[in-house]
């Protein structure tokens, strides 16, 4: 079967950094994206990854290793308004989205 | 810009009727999506549709039905609703072409309680 692993929370420190990761077994691997969500609220996009390595913007990065079914989000400088869940999703041979669960991150003052 | 709408906000619905989500998107992309999203896990896709006057099931099609009409909407109804469709439904749509990122961008949600 398919499956998208996430951690389900972490906690993190206004100013500082963070990374979430995400693992994946999928039929097929055309693309893996990171999307935020804040309570309430519907996905948006923050990144697409195709290739392996690191993709920067701005405070945030996502890294790819398709050999290793791994990606992370990096999160620096880390805002009171970045507390939001974290979705990671792979996009598969059917060309669908396969979603991990999330990743709510809490972060303290 | 509205980009994806959705209505309603949200609905409260007796088990056993017939409800439908609406979903128009004005940025004339190919490929619609209705996902519905549960605690604990991720977004599951109900249908989608690749271009107007096309449509097919995702992960969990049953008890929800599709129509692709045009291009800018997207119903999905729940002919009878059970109490198990109790979730917040998110509408979908993306360019649809078969290279590059092919972004999803979501509509605001519907959150459906059945009882």
């Known amino acids: 079967g398919q499956n998208i692993d996430q951690p389900t929370e972490m906690t993190a420190t206004e100013g500082a950094i963070v990374q979430i990761n995400c693992t994946y077994q999928?039929?097929?691997?055309?693309?893996l994206f990171w999307y935020q969500q804040h309570a309430g609220e519907a996905p948006t996009f923050l990144s697409y990854?195709?290739l392996d390595g690191l993709e920067e913007k701005g405070r945030f990065s996502s890294f790819l290793s398709r050999s290793k079914g791994y990606s992370y989000l990096l999160l620096k400088e880390l805002q009171m308004k970045d507390s939001a869940s974290y979705l990671c999703?792979?996009?598969?041979?059917?060309?669908?989205?396969?979603w991990g669960a999330g990743t709510k991150l809490i972060i303290k003052p | 810009i509205a980009g994806i709408t959705q209505a309603p906000t949200s609905q409260i619905l007796a088990a056993g009727r017939r409800m439908t989500l609406r979903c128009t998107q004005d940025?004339?992309?190919?490929?619609m999506y209705w996902y519905r999203q549960d605690l604990g896990l991720g977004l599951r896709l109900i249908h989608y549709?690749?271009?107007?006057?096309?449509?097919g099931k995702g992960e969990v099609p049953d008890g929800y039905s599709v129509s692709r009409a045009n291009t800018d909407d997207f119903p999905l109804t729940l002919a009878s609703a059970v109490p198990s469709q109790t979730s917040v439904y998110f509408c979908?749509?993306?360019?649809?072409?078969?290279?590059?990122?092919?972004?999803?961008?979501f509509g605001p949600g519907t959150r459906l309680t059945v009882l």
């Open positions: 979908a749509s993306s360019d649809g072409g078969s290279s590059g990122a092919d972004t999803q961008y």
């Open positions: 940025m004339r992309h190919n490929a």
């Open positions: 549709s690749n271009t107007a006057g096309t449509t």
């Open positions: 999928t039929s097929g691997f055309n693309g």
């Open positions: 990854n195709v």
């Open positions: 999703a792979v996009r598969d041979s059917n060309y669908q989205l396969i």
